[in-house]
């Protein structure tokens, strides 16, 4: 059970096509739809960060962003492993990849997450939840220090401006 004493003060939102590690605890919020968000936590050293990607992959090295979920995951992790951490104390979870047929007639949200979860398992990270698929948008507030996520279905994604509260 959370210690509601112990929620970070500082705050972050996270747009599509980037990473965020932050060096102190951290609330991190993000909209997404067929987009995918990957965060990734250190079990021992307990600090943990997220990847927001829109597409699946790229194998061109002149587009190569974290806009793609193969150069966001494998950067993302990079990141972690710069900092010290060792594959086998890292654990990842996915969110999003939702089906939204009145703006793309292909399913790329399950693509993202496919990739995710292809990409994960490549690199020896254990995936140990997911919320994704469906029809219907998320709000996503990830905890950097305790690995928490609270999830909020939507049928709109308003922007990016739901949270903090304001």
Known sequence: MSDY???PSNRYSLEPGFIYLPERATL???SVG????VSIYDKKKRFGGLGHFQYPLTRDRNKASSRY???CILTLIQMFLSQGSK???LEAQIFGGAHLPKKFAKNVGMDNVRLARKALRYYGIHVASEDVGGEKGRKVVFNTATNEVAILKVNQIPGYQWYPYK
């Not at 067929?34 to 968000?37: A, D, Q, R, T, Y």
């Open 5 to 7: 004493n112990n929620i």
């Open 28 to 30: 991190v919020a993000s």
């Open 34 to 37: 067929s987009c995918v968000v």
């Open 69 to 71: 979920g193969n150069v």
């Open 87 to 89: 594959r086998r104390h």
